[in-house]
């Protein structure tokens, strides 16, 4: 499956954001799907996941209460609904798609399919 990430921007602070990750090719609605990031000079975090069946979602706690990850599998699509932005969020953020996640911190090794990447600037 191929995964186009798109959304992101320059945003103020205290502004929203909306990443969108669409997929095309072998897609089904067995993939469970997650959003990472990666500032520089920092590791690649999880930052949101949501299981296949779309029961079960993750966040890391730095975003709880801010982010929000929802799929529509009729358009083959993962959101990240980003709001109350602050300066730290700043980074590339990816998509990318695991068949058959449930739960849990998402580990990046059990995610096959990635998608280019979105850079998200939070000016302060």
């Known amino acids: 499956v191929q995964l186009q990430a798109s959304g992101g921007g320059l945003v103020q602070a205290g502004g929203s954001l909306r990443l969108s990750c669409a997929a095309s090719?072998?897609?089904?609605?067995?993939?469970?799907w997650a959003w990472f990031r990666q500032a520089p000079g920092k590791e690649r975090e999880a930052v949101a996941a949501?299981?296949?069946?779309?029961?079960?979602?993750y966040y890391v706690a730095s975003v709880k209460g801010r982010f929000t990850i929802s799929r529509d599998n009729a358009k083959n699509t993962v959101y990240l609904q980003m709001n109350s932005l602050k300066a730290e969020d700043t980074a590339v953020y990816y998509c990318?798609?695991?068949?058959?996640?449930?739960?849990?911190?998402?580990?990046?090794?059990?995610?096959?399919?990635w998608g280019q990447g979105t850079q998200v600037t939070v000016s302060s």
């Open positions: 949501i299981s296949w069946n779309g029961r079960s979602t």
């Open positions: 990318a798609a695991a068949w058959g996640y449930a739960s849990g911190r998402p580990d990046p090794a059990d995610f096959g399919s």
């Open positions: 090719g072998r897609t089904s609605s067995r993939y469970g």
